[in-house]
């Protein structure tokens, strides 16, 4: 990606910033050039770093949205990826990065019933609302979702919805918590 910043540049900024005590994200583009092994090594970078400073909140991965892209001109050749690979791969992603708390889905780029069986295959966070984005839908993604929304999706697959903040504090619980009998 010659208009990003490369692998060790990433890796320093954020080492440097957990270690001045700011918390960060970890992401992952696929379904572009790359081959499934420099997928095994993007993880392993992430996995790695995490073991050193601990300071990955989360892990987002979504597919490459090639629609309008300079990308997409240069390699028509890159085919959209399934939604079973993005499944697939964020379990896996779920099992290797195990030392990071949080995996969001992506139901921006997968839409709103991928997004929800992301929550059965290792993800712990559907994400947010969206009150304006951009990037995504200028390459051809069109998902959108309220609160009301994701609730019921979380609920729908048996799991408890709560809003949270960028810090991962649970700001507000959509369900009754269970009592402590002991």
Do not use: C
Request: glycine share 6%; hydrophobic share 35%; no cysteine.
């Amino acid at each position: 990606a010659p208009k990003k910043l490369d692998k060790d540049t990433w890796l320093e900024v954020h080492r440097e910033a957990h270690k001045l005590g700011i918390k960060s994200t970890a992401t992952m583009m696929y379904g572009t050039v790359e081959t499934d092994r420099e997928i095994v090594e993007h993880w392993d970078y992430v996995r790695q770093l995490q073991e050193e400073t601990g300071g990955f909140r989360a892990f987002i991965m979504w597919s490459f949205q090639g629609k309008n892209t300079e990308l997409m001109e240069e390699h028509p050749e890159i085919e959209k990826q399934s939604s079973n690979r993005y499944l697939r791969l964020l379990a896996v992603a779920r099992l290797f990065l195990d030392n990071v708390p949080n995996i969001q889905s992506s139901w921006v780029t997968q839409g709103s019933y991928i997004g929800q069986m992301a929550l059965l295959f290792g993800a712990n966070d559907l994400g947010s609302t969206m009150m304006e984005e951009k990037v995504v839908s200028a390459a051809g993604a069109h998902n959108k979702m309220n609160q009301d929304e994701m609730i019921q999706l979380i609920r729908d697959v048996g799991e408890k919805p709560a809003k949270r903040n960028t810090a991962y504090e649970i700001l507000d619980r959509f369900y009754v918590q269970e009592q402590d009998v002991s």
